[in-house]
């Protein structure tokens, strides 16, 4: 194994910290990954990316840096890589999804904060997230209120920290501020990098980006074979694999594990016995390592065939359509593709629940499994009218809302389980 000693220290990291990290995340991930029977060969490839996660492709962001590439990381969906990527730069999803360091997220946070924002400090003020340390620049968005102000307490802490204003209805006006402040993204972008964004440059990345979805939205596709040809776990850690990697190496390792499933498919193979209740979870993102739902779901004889989440399809479904040949027609299309997000921070929000149903039908799924995380607001709020709807066209739905800890595991295990026995009595 290559030590990275040295990288790590000259990027900041609390190195004894971070190497207690790696070995609590190596030690998860056999336990909950490498511990699943029949598992697609092509998932040998996410087991190498994760074991690199902060070793080889932080190595590729300090030698794109080196080239004079930019690195811009993000906390959202709506920051679009195919911008960042006009500039030559390399966009990167930050590290939110561990319960790490709350304590000294508390002295900075309410206590009643969602995890993943804790988790984003937990990593900040520990130094413990190489992504964080070689940003050139962080990306924050005015979206729930949580973050939205948790970006004012960050933004002393980190090197350089932008904040894009977002719309909260889908209006008219809502897609002309959201042009307009991609307009201005691409003025930071164009002057850090200090490369002037053409309709060439945009073409290039969305075509790179839209490579790296329709892999996914192919993935996505698959899923709907009974039995399912691959679990919701190794789903969700390609979904998340997604932020990290590097974009086309990311696109032709989904393409090849596509082809493995088709076969499988072909051939009636797959990870659980076909039959085996199958759920859809819808609700906030899963960033990495937020294994804990997925991991009790699974382990309770269902399996997850589809993520109605910014880790999942919300995040991945639409494709960028180019028109025009100018940057600003260009623009148009790229606003028009994020616009489409339905993220509970939007009013009203009706699309998301439309789109839960149609995945259930489209994925043969017995259930909905509702997943907020506490303190989440938006999500929180929505669920309660989204179990109603679902119920209403005969969808089965549980609510769950819990945090990164492993404390109430036993609860949700209870929960499941009764819930799995309501499918399986459908
Ligand atoms: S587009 S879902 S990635 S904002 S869990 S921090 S909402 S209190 S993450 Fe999100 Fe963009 Fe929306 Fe998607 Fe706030 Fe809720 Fe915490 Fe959340």
Redesign the pocket.
């Known amino acids: 194994m290559t030590d990275y000693t040295e990288m790590w220290t000259s990027l900041g990291l609390d190195v004894d910290g971070h190497n207690a990290l790696l070995a609590g995340l190596g030690k998860a991930y056999t336990d909950i990954f490498l511990s699943q029977k029949d598992r697609p060969e092509g998932m040998k490839y996410f087991d190498f990316v994760m074991s690199e996660v902060h070793g080889l492709r932080i190595k590729e962001l300090v030698d794109a840096k080196a080239e004079g590439r930019k690195v811009i990381g993000s ?4 920051v679009p890589e195919e911008l960042v990527l006009a500039v030559d730069g390399v966009a990167v999803g930050l590290c939110a999804g561990a319960e790490l360091n709350f304590e000294a997220a508390e002295t900075l946070l309410p206590r009643n ?5 804790k988790s984003a400090f937990g990593f900040k003020l520990g130094k413990l997230c190489p992504y964080v340390e070689s940003c050139d620049v962080i990306v924050g ?1 005015n ?5 939205k102000k ?1 970006y004012e307490i960050l933004g002393p802490l980190v090197k350089d920290l932008y904040v894009m204003d977002l719309p909260q209805t889908k209006s008219e006006m809502g897609k002309k501020l959201l042009k307009e402040e991609y307009r201005k993204f691409i003025a930071k972008l164009e002057h850090v990098s200090g490369k002037k964004v053409t309709p060439a440059s945009l073409k290039k990345g969305i075509e790179i980006v839209n490579a790296k979805r329709k892999a996914v939205i192919r993935l996505a596709t698959i899923r709907a074979a009974d039995p399912a040809p691959i679990s919701g776990l190794d789903s969700l850690l390609v979904n998340q694999v997604f932020f990290h990697d590097d974009p086309v190496r990311f696109t032709d390792a989904v393409n090849k594990l596509c082809d493995e499933l088709e076969e499988r498919v072909k051939h009636h193979k797959g990870v659980f016995p076909k039959g085996t209740t199958r759920v859809i979870v819808s609700g ?2 899963m960033a990495v390592p937020n294994w804990k739902l997925p991991m009790l779901i699974e382990s309770g004889n269902a399996v997850i065939v589809g993520e109605e ?2 880790v999942g399809e ?2 991945t479904r639409w494709l960028t359509e180019v028109k025009g040949n100018t940057v600003d027609a260009i623009l148009d299309a790229i606003t028009d593709r994020y616009f489409n ?1 339905d ?3 939007f009013t009203p929000n009706p699309s998301r629940v439309n789109y839960v149903k149609e995945m259930t039908k489209k994925l043969h799924a017995d259930g909905v499994i509702h997943y ?2 506490q ?5 929180i709020m929505e669920s309660g009218p989204v179990e109603k709807e679902l119920e209403k066209s005969g969808i089965p739905t549980l609510r769950l809302e819990t945090d990164y800890s492993l404390e109430d595991a036993g609860q949700l295990k209870t929960r499941l389980e009764a819930f799995n026995e309501r499918l399986k009595r459908k």
């Open positions: 906390y959202c969906v709506f904060t969602c995890s993943l924002i968005e979206t729930c209120d949580g973050k948790a906030c993102p989440s910014c919300r995040g997000i993220c509970a921070v907020s995380l303190f989440c607001q938006p999500y």
